[in-house]
């Protein structure tokens, strides 16, 4: 299993750990249901462990959303 450092991980998603925690179990979600992940890993990782791999790379960003 690769190694994430968690310095990497908190800058790509805000410095929050509870943000990065969502963003990366949606991510996860949305690879185990099928979408194409975004960084080349090889088949046997699992979706959580992509997703926290393509927030590291800044292929996933966390982007707030205003309220109407």
Do not use: F, W
């Amino acid at each position: 299993m690769p190694y994430i450092a968690l310095e990497n991980l908190l800058d790509h998603s805000t410095g929050s750990i509870y943000k990065m925690v969502i963003l990366a179990a949606k991510r996860a979600l949305e690879i185990a249901e099928g979408q194409p992940p975004l960084v080349e890993m090889n088949s046997s990782i699992k979706p959580s462990t992509i997703a926290l791999h393509e927030i590291s790379v800044g292929k996933i960003k966390y982007k707030k959303i205003k309220a109407q």
